[in-house]
């Protein structure tokens, strides 16, 4: 049974404004244009006070809070709207960002200043888990994101996998590519690279023997991902809300740049269509979210010349906006469902056909 804990001495809120029983928090940055869609649906269908938006760069300077061992209050000076643990039931962590430091002319105060914050944001996260539901919770998310156990994890449940390894050795390396028939790298974590002062995408790229005997001390600056490449027909990407999932299948072989890696093209010249998966993989898919204890994922499959989808990885915190866009599939509406602030549009019919 749920405690409910009362308080006395509520903040007051900057602007009158009445605090609905049931809000969507949704942790975020001010650079967020999956939000910013997701605020404009519930805006639509006239949902919008039940939504507080945490831009999480602006913490030491918006926010007016206490956390103590009877739960929390928070209120926004921008914009007055204030959550407490009673009203906050469901937090969408989306696209949090670093809290900028407080202007003070001593670093070391800043630093500490902002440190402080960090810890008070930590303690609204970790203590909102006890009231509401998160998607996805944080200690899911941390240990999904990384991609060496979820290879690990959809090996041991039967998902198929490439060949693959991990090293900082040349040596390794160089006997891993005299094995398989064709190998491309990947990043172990962050997509992109600074150099120079610019940033740089770090693509999937098919490698050779040569590439390593080259130059074998790249190899030793960092891990890289080395994986049997696949020759593909296509890639699908899979997104799951809850017990929902919808498979779109990527024609990256239509277009030269995105034969190896799909995001080389503009998604908007690749044509994206909704398909059915086969039992099997749903199977998969299912057993995958519950090892991980997720709620929400995109996956991302390569389909090989049989047929089969060959697992690539999962992001627990994916971007989906440019797949409802270009399938036509109503994405938002099954977020906002997961959510439990389910839409009171229709859900798109080609939704129901591939979805549980």
Known sequence: MKVRRRFCGKLQPGTQWRMPSRQLLIVTSKDDPHCDHVIARLNQIGRGKSVVRLNTED???????????????FRLRDSG?????????????????????LDHQDEGVRDFCRMQHDAALRGLYFISHVYARWVNPLPSLHRARNKLQQLDCAARLGILTPRTVVTNDASVARRFLDTVSAVCIKSLDQPNFRYAGRLYPFYTRIIS????????????????????????????????????IVAVKIHSQDNEFSKVDFRGAAPHLLKHEVINLAEETERGIRAFMADQKLVFAAFDFV??????????????????LWVEKLAAVDLTGLL????????????????????S
Do not use: M
């Open 59 to 73: 913490f030491a300077t918006n926010c007016v809070y206490w956390i103590s061992e009877k739960g929390f209050e």
């Open 81 to 101: 709207k204030e959550f407490t643990h009673e009203t906050v039931k469901s937090v969408w962590y989306r696209r949090p960002e670093k809290i900028h430091p």
């Open 209 to 244: 023997a040569r590439d390593i005997d080259n130059d074998p001390g790249s190899v030793e600056l960092a891990p890289v991902i080395f994986q049997e490449y696949i020759g593909k027909l296509s890639d699908v990407r899979v997104t799951v809300f809850g017990e929902r």
């Open 303 to 320: 389909e090989d010349a049989d047929g089969n989808l060959i697992f690539v990885e999962c992001n627990p915190n994916g971007q989906w």
């Open 336 to 355: 906002l469902e997961c959510l439990g602030l389910g839409s009171n549009d229709p859900v798109d019919s080609t939704v129901a056909a591939t979805s």
